[in-house]
């Protein structure tokens, strides 16, 4: 499988997330935007926006005769998040005082598992590899969503044992997922009418632009730039970074699977903090400064970590 990484594919993708990102920071910096419509835009997107991206992105591209074993990559996603947690875990015992474990967890644990992978897929493979490769995608965002909008919302207000009901596991975007999946399943690919297909693609369309300003307001209301606890950022960016893909790549080397699920896989494993935390911490009260930072320094280290993973791994699993 041959693909073509470079700093500047990486480096032109992660650019522009920090040009949307940037204005989202100018808005809220000259005031043109406050907390509260921050915080409503950022519900807009868990309750509408989110959800109309992934009934519109499975609907239309994801079929189960295609993929029979298209359930790899969602589980593959919840084992990655909860293997980054308890390495984290682990790594909190040299941070006896720090006020945020549970966001220091989240963010050793959850990637940007959507835009920044599907961009570098977009500028690297022919059409024909790219499309099973979005398919890909789409399917471990999959397991990304059932953490990230069901339970992790729970863990981070510290409410997880006390509050728990299956009820919870029912947020818009698992909702979403799970009438996506059967609708497929029932009714077949691309079989959504246009009259309602098309306004629910137009609107999905708008989540990564919208979220992307949402986290650059963010970003500015809590100056990301200047992070106060520097040892556990530092710590967490070694572990999303470092030493979960080099732990990732080690499993993935001996195991029997198709070149192009290994890559997906591994591509997954070496991204950054993931964006959506900081939408989730926004309704959950949580350390916010600390997702912001981390959000932040990983993407920027990303752009030089990303390319040196990719080669070792071309180099490793021919």
Known sequence: MEFSFTFHTIALAIAKLFILMFIGYFLYRRKL????????????????IFPALIISKITGHFSFNEYAYWWIFPLAAIIFSLAGMVIAMAALRFFPGFKSPREFMCSSAFQNCG??????????????????????????????????????PL?????????????????????????????????????????IGDPLMQLGNAAFPMAMVALGAYLCRYEAHNPKDKGPLFAAGIIKLLLFPALVLSVLMPIPLAAECKFLLFLEAIMPTAVSLVVIGSYTASDNKFFSS??????????????LWLALFDALVK
């Open 33 to 48: 935007i406050d907390d509260k419509f921050t915080d409503t835009l950022s519900l807009m997107l868990v309750r509408a």
């Open 294 to 307: 981390s959000i932040f320094y990983t993407h920027v280290a990303a752009i030089f970590s990303i390319p």
């Open 155 to 195: 863990f981070l207000s510290g409410t997880l044992k006390s509050d728990f009901k299956v009820s919870v596991l029912f947020t818009p975007p698992i909702v979403a997922t799970i009438f996506s999946l059967l609708w497929v399943a029932f009714m077949g690919k691309g079989t959504i009418p246009h009259v």
């Open 115 to 152: 835009y920044l992978p599907m961009n570098l897929i977009l500028f690297s493979f022919a059409s024909g590899v790219a499309d099973r490769l979005f398919i890909f995608t789409f399917l471990y965002i999959i397991g990304f969503n059932i953490l990230m909008w069901s339970l992790i």
